[in-house]
């Protein structure tokens, strides 16, 4: 059904119909040029607010600056708490019109917690540095542009637009069930779904995204009888928990590869003892070298194209693990939550065609698909199984995750440009 409503929808719209953009798309795009120094200094102010994922009044500030934002141009703003999942908590903004509905995503948090030193916007010309700027504080300013651009032009009126922006996406509270709650509601209910995550770029052309890999973790943990380093392989000890880690850690890289697959190995450690730390980030072990290893432990993640692929390669390493080398035993879990799949699909293509329409009468370049397995995971996978959903609307810069995080604030300008005739023409059907 979703592939036939997908094709219609590209019949929907003739060619002819934007042989150009119209009065109130080139309104669109005059005001957001005009107010690009304003928007400069906003994403500035934002930057400079701490909103690390644990810095839970933190995250509420830079919500406070985006309510400021979002109420005078006409949406109800909400903020949910997320307190029983330990996170801050999500702003939900809503503008109710005759239109279909459009979700904008975001987030407000960032990797960067209060006591990471890298804390400050920094500007140099067209490239500003900052902790989150891209991720995603850059992309947020671009939501903001757009709508006030179409505030300006008269299209928002009408428009029926939802904007969630999560407090916690880049460390997912728990229960997800809870957590993603509000913004899996908020995909049932759209005719349309965008995410404001970093723009592709390669080589100076801009990429779409209509599809992202899930991520989920998962410990493996082994085990051996131990005694004397004399009696490995006999049929007494056997193999031992270090030798049956690496057999099934071994299966995994020879059995599994595919396509759009990967399945990193982040920690191991193993010994007589060995163990792994509440929150899975940090190992310890002790042994010696004539002591066969009671217990091993590995720590990684696995990153999927589809809910099929999903599914099968976990059956496929519940094989290899279950296969055990004499007198050792192994136990795979997942994980609680993660993030599913934003699967390609027909409609997502039909999002992208309608985003390059904009692009040939706005005289920007036409956008090809990007990759999947050069993206990471996002929150358009939670509701990309229920709407048509298109990624990678926010800013183009580099460096994210990590110290020196930068954008190129020229970007702001073609990003909301885009979005704000997108928006409106998903929204008003024009």
Not at 97 to 120: C, W
Not at 133 to 149: C, M, P, Q
Not at 292 to 310: M, N, P, Y
């Amino acid at each position: 059904m979703r592939l036939l409503l997908a094709v219609l929808f590209l019949f929907a719209l003739p060619p002819a119909v934007h042989a150009g953009p119209s009065r109130a798309e080139r309104t669109m795009m005059q005001t957001v040029t005009r107010e690009h120094d304003r928007h400069i200094a906003l994403l500035e102010r934002m930057v400079n607010q701490n909103s690390g994922t644990l810095n839970l009044a933190g995250v509420r500030a830079v919500g406070d600056m985006v309510r400021a934002e979002l109420e005078p141009l006409g949406f109800e703003v909400r903020w949910v708490d997320m307190g029983e999942t330990g996170r801050a908590g999500h702003l939900v903004a809503t503008h109710s019109g005759r239109g279909r509905n459009v979700l904008l995503i975001g987030h407000l948090d960032t990797v960067f917690e209060a006591d990471n030193p890298f804390q400050r916007f920094e500007r140099a010309g067209a490239r500003a540095t900052g902790p989150g700027i891209g991720d995603d504080k850059g992309g947020v300013v671009v939501i903001i542009a757009a709508l006030r651009a179409m505030q300006a032009a008269g299209t928002l009126g009408d428009a029926n637009v939802t904007v969630v922006l999560t407090g916690d996406e880049e460390r997912i509270g728990a229960p997800t069930s809870l957590a993603r709650r509000d913004l899996i509601e908020a995909g049932k209910a759209a005719a349309f779904a965008l995410e404001f995550e970093n723009l592709a770029v390669e080589n100076e052309r801009d990429f779409g995204t209509i599809a992202r890999r899930s991520s989920a973790n998962w410990t493996l943990t082994t085990t051996g009888r131990t005694g004397h380093s004399s009696g490995v392989f006999n049929d007494t000890l056997g193999y031992g928990a270090i030798y049956e880690l690496a057999r099934i850690l071994d299966g995994f890289r020879r059995e599994l590869p595919e396509p759009n697959l990967t399945y990193n190995v982040g920690v191991v450690a193993g010994g007589t003892p060995a163990a792994i730390d509440a929150e899975g980030f940090s190992v310890t072990a002790s042994g010696k070298t004539n002591i066969v290893a009671s217990t091993a432990i590995a720590r990684g993640d696995l990153r999927t194209l589809t809910a099929e692929q999903d599914a099968r390669i976990r059956a496929g390493m519940q094989t290899i693990v279950d296969a055990h080398l004499p007198r050792t035993g192994a136990e795979l879990v997942f994980g609680e939550g993660g993030y599913p799949p934003m699967a390609p699909s027909e409609g997502n293509r039909a999002l992208l065609a309608q985003l390059n329409a904009v692009n040939r009468d706005l005289g920007l370049p036409e956008m090809a698909e990007y990759d999947p397995a050069r993206r990471g995971a996002a929150d358009s996978g939670f509701v990309a199984a229920d709407v048509d959903t298109l990624g990678g609307l926010g800013v183009a810069g580099g460096n994210a995750h990590a110290d020196g995080e930068w954008v190129d604030l020229d970007s702001l300008v073609r990003q909301s440009q885009r979005a704000a005739v997108l928006i409106s023409r998903l929204s008003l059907g024009e």
